[in-house]
């Protein structure tokens, strides 16, 4: 039987020596280390954002995705950059935002900060990570951008009526499993301003490149039931994405341009 802290119970299993499981437990259970987080400055250009995150992840496997800055995150900070004119003006959200990278960098390039608004559906980034690096690259409360719960197609209603709609909405490495496609496609739909140019701009990860990729085709045919048309917007020259496919080969981005 396992006690409440995880350890061996005396009557854990009847007939082992219960100082044996102990020794077991300890020789070859892993030690789960506290997390550390910390602030490390992340720059594109003239553009530098200080995150509060976990640093110098190899793998996912031992965090929670939210917890760390990935690459497509990267990439589509760098696309921000390189095209400032797409989040200059206008209010912009960013779904999945994880620790918030694209999104205070959208923020770093608004005339107005505090209309970009930061969402996840994980309690711990939105309580503990994104808040402390939107508090240091913007002490000014005026101009800071919000971060809030937001889970697709959830609630959506009243997310509209505290926040408005959004002339661009931000995606990075958001798309892992199919059944959540449609939920996303309508919380874009819902959220997104009656703007000629307003968009869904997402950066789409795959990952086992040698095989058949049959999300983005979802995806657009989704996004067509809601009325959102679907382009492809060129990487080739995008030094984060050409940096990301040199480290792992096995793997792609697809930068997508949703519009009404």
Known sequence: METADGGVGDDAEEGLDPDLLRKIEKKYMPVKFPKLYSFKSVSFGEVAVDMYCLHHVMSWENVELGEAVWPSAKILSRYLLENPAVVRDGTVLEVGCGPGLTGLVAAKLNSRPSGVVLTDNCQLVLDNLVPRSIEQNFP?????????????????????????????????????????????????????????????????????????????????????????????????????????????????????????
């Open 140 to 260: 000014n409360p005026e101009d800071q951008p919000r971060c809030d719960y937001l889970h697709w197609g959830s609630d959506l209603p009243t997310f509209h009526q505290k926040y408005g709609s959004f002339d661009v909405i931000l995606g990075a490495d958001v798309i892992y499993w199919t059944e959540y496609l449609e939920p996303l496609i309508q919380t874009v739909s819902t959220l997104l301003s009656s703007k000629s140019s307003a968009s869904f701009i997402t950066l789409y990860e795959k990952r086992f490149i040698k095989s058949p990729d049959t999300t983005i085709p979802l995806l657009v045919n989704i996004a067509q039931k809601y009325n959102l048309a679907c382009v492809t917007l060129p990487l080739d020259n995008n030094p984060e994405y050409l940096e990301a496919r040199k480290k792992d080969e096995g793997c792609d981005f697809k930068l997508l341009k949703f519009m009404r």
